[in-house]
């Protein structure tokens, strides 16, 4: 399912005085080129390579004097390779005396290291935000950031999306009665979120209690809310190792839930995630394009664009529009 425009956004997608110059990083080029043609424009000219050592060498081929920039690069694995690329990018633009410098982040890696949780540890999250405002970006756009906080690691702009709509227009065309179904939040701290998707949904709410005693291995012990004889949804922003998810799953069919689906904007898909979510009880596990799949993914893996998501908020923010009358729920939305 795809972000629908309206009349008015299809017109201003045409207009050809609405000029806007995109570039990509190498981490995600077809949900670049998907963006370009929502658009109706192209991926602008740019060589990336690497040295036999592996330092990344970035050369604009246009003149960019002057003109406000949009760069597509999603954090994903390998993730400091992607993010080296998008620092290299941002300064190769600064240095043509681009305008405005916004980086277009589907997905921010180093997200979930956004607080100490104990003694000597650093927080990654905002030490990513000041090397992309050091490398010279104006602007930051992203999507389903892990926590709203890290919006507040940055001095300079930044425009959070979401994939919510996508994702509830998918869920809404299985046709699942709504007394039929339940949200799912998979822990305590993405209670929020899912209770816009619930409202979305016109379904009840159910939450896993859950503990994590190391990192990326999670232990579900029950749950808060009726599942029996539902179908499922379970909601998260991010998918990496799908320990949380697969117990999750677990869980619910051991209370007698039906038919369990997964909802996630963030397909990291690290390690054993691909085979744990291939033997878990769920039927399908739908995600955005946000970070691009290799080969090889199971049957119940569906993933949907954001690329008209994506497209829209740029074309708003460089026509000085607002973002945030995409979404009905932002200003409540504590993710």
């Given at each position: 399912m795809e972000f629908t425009?309206?009349?008015?956004?299809?017109?201003?997608?045409?207009?050809?005085?609405?000029?806007?110059?995109?570039?990509?990083?190498r981490s995600n080029l077809k949900l670049s080129q998907e963006?370009?043609?929502?658009?109706?424009?192209?991926?602008?000219?740019?060589?990336?390579?690497?040295f036999a050592d592996g330092e990344i060498y970035v050369q604009i081929q246009e003149s960019v004097r002057g003109d406000d920039i949009f760069i597509v690069q999603p954090l994903c694995n390998p993730v400091n390779e992607n993010l080296m690329e998008l620092l290299i990018i941002i300064d190769a633009f600064k240095r043509a005396s681009a305008k405005t410098i916004t980086a277009v982040i589907p997905y921010y890696g180093y997200a979930r290291q956004d607080r100490k949780t104990s003694g000597r540890e650093a927080i990654t999250a905002k030490l990513v935000a000041d090397m992309l405002t050091t490398a010279g970006a104006n602007r930051v756009l992203a999507m389903d950031?892990?926590?709203?906080?890290?919006?507040?690691?940055?001095?300079?702009?930044?425009?959070?999306?979401?994939?919510?709509?996508?994702?509830?227009?998918?869920?809404?065309?299985?046709?699942?009665?709504?007394?039929?179904?339940?949200?799912?939040?998979?822990?305590?701290?993405?209670?929020?979120?899912?209770?816009?998707?619930?409202?979305?949904?016109g379904c009840s709410l159910a939450i896993i209690d859950k503990r994590r005693d190391k990192h990326n291995e999670a232990i579900a012990s029950h749950?808060?809310?009726?599942?029996?004889?539902?179908?499922?949804?379970?909601?998260?922003?991010?998918?990496?190792?799908?320990?949380?998810?697969?117990?999750?799953?677990?869980?619910?069919?051991?209370?007698?839930?039906?038919?369990?689906?997964?909802?996630?904007?963030?397909?990291?898909?690290?390690?054993?995630?691909?085979?744990?979510?291939?033997?878990?009880?769920i039927k399908e596990v739908v995600v955005s394009n946000s970070i691009p799949l290799g080969s090889n993914i199971p049957e119940k893996i569906k993933q949907l664009s954001v690329a008209s998501l994506l497209g829209e908020a740029i074309s708003r923010i460089h026509d000085d529009e607002s973002v945030s009358s995409l979404f009905g729920f932002e200003k409540e939305m504590t993710v």
């Open positions: 425009m309206t009349a008015a956004e299809h017109e201003r997608k045409i207009n050809p005085t609405h000029d806007i110059k995109l570039f990509s990083g963006i370009a043609d929502y658009l109706g424009t192209t991926v602008g000219p740019i060589l990336i390579k690497n950031l892990h926590t709203g906080q890290i919006q507040g690691f940055f001095n300079i702009l930044v425009d959070h999306i979401y994939a919510t709509p996508v994702l509830v227009d998918y869920i809404k065309s299985l046709n699942i009665s709504p007394d039929e179904m339940v949200a799912i939040s998979p822990d305590t701290g993405g209670v929020q979120r899912t209770r816009h998707f619930a409202k979305d949904l749950v808060i809310g009726e599942v029996n004889d539902r179908h499922c949804i379970i909601f998260d922003d991010i998918i990496d190792t799908a320990g949380t998810i697969c117990e999750a799953a677990r869980v619910l069919k051991e209370k007698g839930a039906k038919d369990i689906y997964v909802c996630a904007a963030h397909p990291v898909f690290s390690g054993p995630a691909l085979q744990r979510l291939e033997e878990a009880p």
